[in-house]
């Protein structure tokens, strides 16, 4: 089976680290992936996707974003589109994220191919009007066209949660028969296990001190991702809490120039440190004490994953995806979103109760092997691929069939 798999670009985020984790995966168990981008993205990740000897097509030269302006964009994405899926001829177009959502549709319509959509966030939550940068105007657009190429044109749609696939079928009506719900995975070989001797080895080389309260988030710079309210509940515990760190990775976004503002103007320069995007995310982890996830929303939470095959405790946002991630009481503590307070009261639980804190990152081990392995996910994706083929390939015959009874 050969399957076009179709992202936005090879960005440093969940949707693509995923995507890049389950290839070799479906290569050894007989599906020939091909990824094509919207746009390069000359950094570690397409680069190690291209040295494990993945076709990498670049369907433009620059990112098409879906906005009104940019029209003549996606006609030239979407003719590109259809001339490769001529050329490479798959039995799948796999689309992830909004633009190669809607170009990767565009493409396929009329095409003997089938189409699957992956639907990673939830991206019509009435939660998103919060974000300074989101304008009802344009949520409003896109989910209308992301319901009518998704009806006219996809057999058949993959959401990465429950909490996704309830948030889609509200916003765009999808049929329960066509959505299935499969959770993404890591590779915990490349993860590796948190240890005393890696923990003291990675402290060393951040130049934190061996006996520093270390709490990690790891998340893009975002609003929805609620580091304001992180930042805040450290502030809290600061003066209390001597020895308290807070290292955050994650790329810049649209909340960095608030976020180094609410830092200086609360005098935690000492304490928190905004390392950017990082490469060696396992490592910090394995430095850490406690992992916090305060975003208001999410999918699923990709770095969470991370963070329990490290056996890490989690502290998290009592929200939908995390809900069914974690275990409250068991390998987690979760708080409301925006509620500093409750959060930093949460911290200071964890980090005074060594014992909890022990039997919390076990627990996350354990359902990290259970649950969110990337195997396991690969396997299943590849019962889902099969399937949509056949349905796919049934429709198709059935159609002839009726034509041929009416000529």
């Known amino acids: 089976m050969t399957v076009l798999m179709l992202i936005n670009r090879l960005a440093h985020g969940g949707a693509e680290r995923s995507l890049v984790e389950l290839l070799p995966f479906y290569a050894r168990d007989g599906v020939h992936p091909i990824v094509a981008t919207l746009a390069p993205a000359p950094n570690d990740l397409e680069r190690d996707v291209i040295d494990a000897g993945f076709d990498v ?46 170009a990767g549709r565009l493409a396929a319509a009329r ?3 089938a189409t699957l959509t992956s639907i990673v966030g939830n991206t019509y939550a009435p939660e998103r009007l919060d974000d300074p940068n989101v304008t009802a105007m344009n949520l409003r657009a896109c989910r209308i066209i992301d319901k009518w190429t998704g009806r006219a044109v996809n057999d058949h749609f993959h959401a990465i949660s429950h909490a996704v696939k309830e948030s889609a079928q509200a916003a765009l009506k999808i049929p329960d028969d066509r959505i299935t719900v499969i959770h993404r995975g890591r590779d915990g070989v490349r993860l590796g296990r948190g240890s005393a001797e890696r923990r003291a080895a990675a402290r060393h080389a951040l130049g934190i001190e061996p006996d520093a309260e270390v709490i990690i988030s790891v998340a893009k710079q975002e609003h929805r991702k609620g580091l304001g309210t ?36 609360d005098g935690l320069g000492d304490r928190v440190h905004m390392l950017g995007y990082r490469s060696d995310v396992p490592e910090l982890l394995a430095a850490a004490d406690v992992f916090v996830f305060p975003s208001l929303y999410e999918g699923l939470g990709g770095s969470v994953i991370e963070a329990m095959a490290l056996g890490l405790p989690i502290i998290a946002s009592d929200t939908p995806a995390l809900q069914e991630m974690l275990e409250p009481d068991r390998n987690a503590l979760l708080v409301p979103p925006l509620r500093a307070p409750e959060l930093a009261d949460a911290i200071n639980q964890l980090l005074d109760d060594s014992a909890r804190r022990l039997t919390f990152a076990a627990r996350s081990r354990e359902i990290f092997e259970e649950r969110f392995t990337v195997e396991r996910s690969a396997a299943r994706m590849l019962d889902l691929y099969t399937r949509v083929v056949d349905e796919h390939h049934a429709k198709q015959s059935a159609k002839q069939r009726r034509r041929r009874a009416l000529s």
Do not use: W, Y
């Open 111 to 113: 095409l003997p191919v």
């Open 57 to 102: 097509h670049v369907v433009r030269g620059r990112q098409f974003a879906f906005r009104s302006r940019d029209v003549r964009g996606l006609i030239s994405a979407v003719r590109d589109l259809r001339r490769l899926i001529r050329n490479v001829k798959p039995d799948l177009v796999h689309t992830n994220l909004f633009a190669a959502d809607i």
């Open 230 to 265: 992180l930042i805040d509940a450290v502030a809290r515990l600061a003066p209390r809490r001597a020895g308290l760190v807070m290292i955050h990775a994650g790329l810049e976004g649209h909340a960095t120039d608030e976020l180094q503002h609410q830092i200086e103007k």
